[in-house]
């Protein structure tokens, strides 16, 4: 087991404007043609089937690469994030998908659905793009940024009341995210505030912390969401945020959006990952921990690549079946789940434990609903 959470590299900062107003610029000087924009030199993807770019390279007549994904559209003059797809068959198709699922979200906005709003694709050499309102950074780079100290509880509760709009708007519509987790999460503006910590080190220095401006918030990444009601038997969901019904292979289907959204408003309070795992036998482990056991029904029904973590059929065959020692400790450090938020003095009175309960229920019959889970007292006061 790795001692450490293993994330995914850091988003990219969009910080960057043009030297002037990129509609102004001549950039076919060698042609002597003002205000033509010529394609930029082909050149090999990476191995992995990445574009390669540089900056300020012009995409199309109306966008040019800024710092990765920020683009200036020329006919907008706005600033856009575009999502350059790897050049390969499989990811090609998931664009697509993801393409389908944005239209069909946007074509139903009222308003309300918290979800970040496509605003063109094309085809460019191979690479599928997408063009998206330009938004600011995830709430995982926000707590990175923090040195992973928790969001104030009024913070967490507008997150959520938000997040869990958004997932009901999808389900409405028959939609399963299945990759929630705060680096899905963006904050609608970059802009925020300096505080005084008031916390000191040994060295008597003071400590500060930023919070965003706005509170506001979108849902991004729907190369993974499902398109139907059935009940699925595919693993899906990033391991941290994973439901245990995936895991067990019993099959899943909108409830394991809701596991997630648990999981996250967790990390949100405490700034710490509920489940930091990467194997899915000590996944199971930490949540016994937590939550208590596994209900038998569920862990009869396991599928055949889960039955290895059980004894007799239904035990979960821990600390026996444990890689390592350090595995064992990482699971003995966890206490109940009600423990663990009360640490955190100003969440253990404000309802918070309870809709975490509801939320991360090991029955998804038995788990709220993101309609369900807004109408909890917890969220009366968000704003």
Avoid at 37 to 53: A, K, L
Avoid at 63 to 92: H, M, N, P
Avoid at 265 to 292: K, N, P
Wanted: glycine share 6%; with cysteine.
């Amino acid at each position: 087991m790795e001692k450490e959470r293993v994330r995914k590299r850091p988003r990219m900062t969009w910080d960057e404007a043009p030297a002037e107003p990129e509609a102004n610029r001549p950039l076919d000087k060698g042609h002597g043609t003002v205000g033509r924009y010529v394609s930029p030199p082909i050149r090999e993807d990476d191995h992995n089937g990445h574009y390669i770019y540089s900056l300020r390279e012009n995409l199309t007549p109306r966008c040019t690469f800024g710092r990765v994904l920020e683009c200036w559209d020329r006919q907008t003059k706005e600033y856009v994030a575009i999502k350059v797809v790897r050049s390969i068959k499989k990811y090609r198709d998931a664009a697509m998908i993801e393409v389908d699922v944005l239209q069909k979200l946007a074509k139903n906005d009222k308003g309300r659905s918290r979800c970040v709003q496509i605003k063109d694709w094309f085809d460019y050499r191979n690479h599928i793009c997408i063009v998206f309102e330009k938004l600011g950074p995830s709430l995982f780079d926000f707590l990175k940024r923090n040195k992973y100290s928790p969001f104030p509880l009024a913070l967490v509760r507008d997150f959520g009341r938000q997040l869990l709009e958004s997932v009901a708007y999808m389900h409405d519509l028959k939609l399963i995210h299945t990759d929630l987790k705060p680096e899905n999460i963006l904050l609608v503006s970059s802009e925020y505030v300096k505080l005084m910590d008031h916390k000191r080190s040994a060295s008597d220095e003071t400590h500060f912390r930023c919070l965003p401006k706005s509170s506001a918030i979108k849902l991004i990444d729907f190369g993974s969401t499902v398109c139907d009601n059935r009940i699925h038997g595919s693993i899906v969901q990033t391991r941290h945020y994973r439901a245990p019904e995936v895991i067990l292979g019993v099959g899943w289907s909108y409830s394991c959006d809701l596991w997630s959204v648990g999981c996250i408003l967790y990390e949100l309070c405490t700034g710490e990952a509920l489940f930091q795992t990467h194997d899915s036998l000590e996944h199971l482990a930490m949540m016994e921990r937590v939550l208590g056991p596994l209900p038998e029904h569920m862990t009869r029904k396991a599928s055949r690549g889960a039955e290895k973590y059980f004894r007799r059929g239904y035990r979960l065959n821990w600390p026996e079946g444990a890689n390592s020692r350090e595995s064992i400790r990482a699971v003995k450090k966890l206490d109940r789940l009600k423990d663990m938020v009360s640490k955190h003095e100003e969440n253990s009175r404000c309802g918070l434990v309870d809709v975490l309960y509801g939320l991360l229920k090991y029955d998804p019959s038995e788990r709220l609903t993101a309609r369900q889970a807004l109408d909890h007292p917890f969220f009366e006061n968000a704003s």
